[in-house]
């Protein structure tokens, strides 16, 4: 039997927390989507698409959305009563504006746009096309916080838009909605989740900094405190409500953030984390050029990538043998929801098998992205069979 060699680094997907992140001051509130007077929090973005089709009375008709798509969110869109018909998406996460156009019909209640890993789609565009409709816009920002399109925050232009925190900031939990249409909604304030959750989440987040910045001590000490974490929350019979999950559950329909995940997040460094996310995106396109031809050729001022988002001939192969290196990458959104036929989205059934996540997050040293494109060139040069 092969003996199962250990990897020499760990690299989360996602920013991990560090002690004194929990007591810096609230300056994070100055920046959007926090600084709007409107915006309301929510444990999942999936619950605040929920909310606005409610919001919105769009469970009377269809929602254009794109066909490029994680899931959840046509699975929040179903479930609180809309339909859902698709349209194009080219293989540079274009969006085919025409096609829009083509599908809108006396059917139709809202046009939905995803940016798509911190890069703007044609918001604009899609506004102008909503306006001569008569539609309400719902800007999907849950890969894009923080980003802007030219001198504008993205979330601003749509009539509702919806962020993820926990993608970009080391939180536990967190979505949020912003209104910025005339009209005033009432939306509740939602209770925070169990303590013990929270505790969970934050816990494993910290255990991850350790295993990220501990060398491999600290990669064993994660191990051990896992392997403990574990058999006391079963013996407490404590279910965390966790977050990167596939699917929408509407019994954590009507949970909001705990205290600590707004805390957390208003002591962000925000200027800090978007110079890091950008820095670290524009030595993987370097570095990574002539491997894989980029999905963007530069960094436009005023984006904020989530990830650097990488073609390869199999993404699920390529992402395995990068887990295997202690790189946390991901086959980025690998499915079609059962609603969308797929067949009729070729550049998107492509994106699907080929697009892999690989991590540019403000955690990353200059050193740990150097050791990023050692492991990527390895991995992409390794045969499929090893």
């Not at 249409?181 to 925070?192: A, C, D, I, S, V």
């Amino acid at each position: 039997m092969e003996a199962v060699v250990e990897p020499s680094l760990f690299v989360p997907a996602f920013p991990t927390l560090a002690p004194g992140m929990v007591w810096r001051r609230r300056e994070a509130s100055r920046y959007h989507p926090f600084s709007s007077p409107t915006v309301r929090y929510f444990y999942f973005a999936r619950n605040a698409i929920w909310h606005t089709v409610k919001m919105l009375g769009l469970d009377r008709g269809e929602v254009l959305v794109p066909s490029y798509h994680h899931g959840v969110e046509i699975e929040s869109l179903l479930d609180a009563g809309a339909q859902v018909r698709f349209y194009r998406i080219g293989n540079k996460f274009d969006v085919d504006l025409a096609d829009v156009e083509k599908k809108i019909s006396s059917r139709t209640t809202a046009l939905y746009l995803t940016h798509f890993a911190g890069f703007p789609g044609p918001v604009r565009e899609m506004k102008r096309l909503a306006e001569k409709h008569a539609l309400p816009l719902i800007e999907d920002c849950a890969l894009s916080l923080f980003s802007m399109d030219g001198d504008r925050p993205l979330g601003v232009t749509g009539e509702v838009a919806i962020f993820c925190l926990y993608k970009v900031l080391p939180v536990p939990n967190g979505g949020a909605l912003v209104i910025n249409g005339p009209g005033r909604f009432g939306l509740p304030e939602l209770p925070p989740p169990p303590f013990s959750s929270t505790f969970s989440l934050l816990s494993s987040s910290l255990l991850r900094n350790v295993a990220l910045r501990g060398g491999r001590p600290g990669r064993r000490l994660r191990k051990v405190a896992l392997g403990l974490g574990k058999k006391s929350l079963k013996a407490a019979h404590i279910a965390p409500v966790l977050t990167g999950t596939q699917h929408f559950d509407r019994a954590h329909l009507n949970l909001g953030i705990s205290g600590l995940t707004r805390q957390i997040t208003l002591g962000q460094d925000i200027p800090q984390i978007i110079a890091r996310r950008r820095r670290n995106y524009l030595f993987l396109l370097e570095q990574l050029r002539d491997l894989s031809e980029p999905m963007f050729p530069t960094l436009p001022s005023g984006v904020v990538p989530l990830f650097y988002p990488m073609l390869v001939e199999d993404n699920r192969s390529t992402v395995e043998r990068l887990v295997a290196r202690g790189i946390e990458a991901v086959d980025f959104w690998r499915d079609f929801h059962p609603a969308c036929p797929g067949d009729e989205f070729p550049e998107v059934a492509r994106l699907r098998t080929s697009m892999v996540e690989i991590p540019c997050h403000q955690d990353l040293t200059p050193r740990t992205m150097a050791k990023i494109v050692t492991c990527v060139r390895e991995a992409c040069q390794e045969s499929p069979d090893g």
